[in-house]
């Protein structure tokens, strides 16, 4: 453990931490743009001068590509390692377009950044600049304005050190350099969009957000990614307060958020296009066949079905089926409802979907719901002499089970011709749905839900690890989360118990689960310790 | 006469590049001699660093301690690169080496590895040096034929490989980490030190990499001995050195020179001073990236300390030789194209910074230029010195600080008010 001063402070670090990361310890911000801590040091773009005294001997150099050492002296901000970043920052801006106006990184630009502390002074700059490929599609998803880009290879290494394919490259050579494809190939990688985040400037940029919205018009809320079971932290940015700009859309990107035990830096493409789900297609007032109903109607309504089904039918005659795309607070209510207060055996979340990830070796899972561990781990499933999902299809096919409560899954979207005509032969069909999908129209009873970013709670991933959400958006219309959509049904259905809040399911699902009860809910679970966890994901 | 023939002896021949002519006039006489002696590898590093045998290639560092980084207990394979990418505008002395006496080479690579455990050793040549490939390439056949190199050579149990590489033509590849990217089929951009090529090298081994010269300057030391070679030259530079002379003189070429001499002499006496009577202006005395000399700074001895006490450096031995007639803005706008050209591209400063100070002296040619361009561009070579991955962006900064210094008026003539 190496004890060095930086900027006159001291500080202990662990062995090759290098100086950037050590200035950070103590919240000091070494400028640069090449050097990120997931990829290789190349130690390219000179931004991160700082000057090294070690043995009564003083010189200027990288901060990336200088590794912390007993004794030794680092001074961020001297006259000469302003001048130096001066000049860099100089340099680098000598052929950019300074289009901040129209770009879309302009808010969360280093080159903006730095120029706020290192530039301000008289254009030099008389003679022409470069031209290099604009609005040039590098892949699917990605764009690239080669003018704005600092060339600092951080995409490159990303595609080759992350990814494993050289997809991008650094092509010719002094100023004349482009970044580009490799020439036959796309930036078509399951994590392309990763680069966007890589890339300090406004360069590569993600085709899904460009001019949807000002960055500083968003807000940034801790969210889990529920699009396979890996659970990648992430960042929602949402903004709600400039509706008239595109009328109901709440959801602008998803951005990864930095843990080292399960994503480090990284998220996948399929994680940062899919929350469409949260302003497309939303249900938001309860119904009663086609008519739009109060809660309290239509809470009424479903329970009587129960109510009547458990009577003429038993059990037997009833399924239940729960994507486990909900919650574990939720599921842990639907649990206490279902088995422990009805007593229903047919009770699955196995349910299938028409949206399968592909698993990879970097952190795709084959899985595409973010909770099944968490639903196995509350012993969400069906009793003794219960059937599985399959079988509940058919059972409802062939007339075993007359009444079907559907929570979160659009099963005749997803089964197609092996769920035609199901609601037609139930007897009656409970909808729990955030979407106004085929099943939805003809349920008896509609009960819209909340989506996971319009409420706070808990995904287990699939090894084990629970990680809490936090609330991006107010739910959509009278949508109510699935807990307590849950919970009225029981009290309806007869139940004395009620929670507050999901803190306070959460509180009693995790009693005697060392994997849950350990944890704070008022702390941001799952990020481990480290020395980016200052919850940004730009570097 | 400070001009003598040690390296250059055999140029003369044109049959030199045949091995029997070779073998007759004492090549590969002394790799012969230090396998049949089974001469320990430690004694002849112990000799090259007596002999202060130092890189020809520019930069002057000790070869002998060079050998000595390479660790002796590595379990990877080690490798020689013998840098015969030689790119600096004005320098030819390698090229002469490779196209008129290659086996000498060879001679001192098969020393090398010997000396220092080596088994496999690549030439990396420049990408427009065809002929010396030829010549190499038939000179490591014919060698190998006759049991100089390859497998157990004389008998020894020796194994020993050379391969010629070509380059693709880019000047930064003359430097040693940039060389080993283009060698493993990488981009040439040169790579942080440390680690050090010794250590981690081509193919993440431990590397050692010298100059055409440096390698013909060991049999040398094998046959004339330590101290003999040593004389050669001064206290801190053995033996001699090779210098490629150009421009307005009355004989350019290839010279060899003790160590040490003046370089007045070299463009006097042995180059035979400047043509037609005309007046010298200015010496670029180690290549286009040393600082450019004055005329009346040009008594100043050949050698690396001195040079560097001179402000300049010696380099590669390249003298470029300005006459009067010379206009120094011109010559600076050329060099700086050549720079901007070649930058790799990889470091910010010398990226944009050659290319700048090049529009600049396009620029003021053309006769738009102002008199605070000169500060510009010297604060711009400021922030470019020194402060790259490799020295390129210095290569670019020295001579725009030492045109700018030296010769201002020039450049302040071409600018109208």
Redesign the interface.
Known sequence: MPELTIDGRAVQVPDGTNLILAARKLGIDVPHFCYHPGLT???????C?VEIEMGGRKR?D?AC?NQAADGMVVRVNTPETI??R???L???L??HPIDCPVCDDAGECKLQDYYMVHGLYQN?????KWHKPKVYSVGPRVILDAERC??CSRCVRFCDEIWGDRQL??F??????VLINYPGKELDNPYSVNVVDLCPVGALLEKKFRFQRRVWYLKSVKSICPRCSRGCNIYLHVDQDHDYKQPGKRVFRVKPRYNPEVNRWWISDRGRNGFDFIDQNRVGVPRIQDEEVTWEEALGRAAELIRAGLKTWGPQGLGVLVAPSASNEDAFVARRLLRDLLKLEHVDFDVPSSDQPQADHLLLTDDPYPNRQGFRDLGFGPGEGGMRTADIVKAAQNGKIKGLIVAGTDLEGVLGDRAAGLAEKLGWLICVSYAGDALWQRAAVGLPMAVYAERPGTFTNFKGKVQKFEQALTPFGASQPQWLIWQRLAQKLGAKWSYEDERAVFKDLSQGKPAYDTLDWFATFGAGPGPYNDNWYMW | MPQISLVSKNFQYPDQVELQAALSRGAWEQWKRVLAEKIPPAAIIEEVKAAKLRGQGGAGFPTGVKWGFVPKDSPKPKYLCVNADEGEPGTFKDRAILENDPHLMLEGVAITCYAVGIHTAFVYMRGEFYQPQRVMEKAIREATEAGLLGKNIQGSGFDLDVIVHMGAGAYICGEETALLNSLEGWKGWPRLKPPFPAVVGAFGCPTVINNVETMAGVPHIMRLGAAEFQKLGTEKDGGTKLFAISGHVAKPGVYEMTMGSSLKELIYDVAGGLPGGRRLKAVIPGGSSAPVLKADEIDVPLEFEAMAAAGTMLGSGAVIVLDETVSIPEVFMVTARFYAHESCGQCTQCREGCTWIYKISKKILAGHGQPSDLDLMLDLADNMNGKTVCPLGAAMALPTIGFLKKFPHEFLALMKS
């Open positions: 040091v190349v130690g390219s773009c000179r931004m001068q200027m990288l590509a001048k130096a001066k000049g860099v100089e340099f680098l000598m052929n030099r700059l008389d003679v022409p600092v060339l490259g650094i010719g050579h002094g100023s004349e350099e």
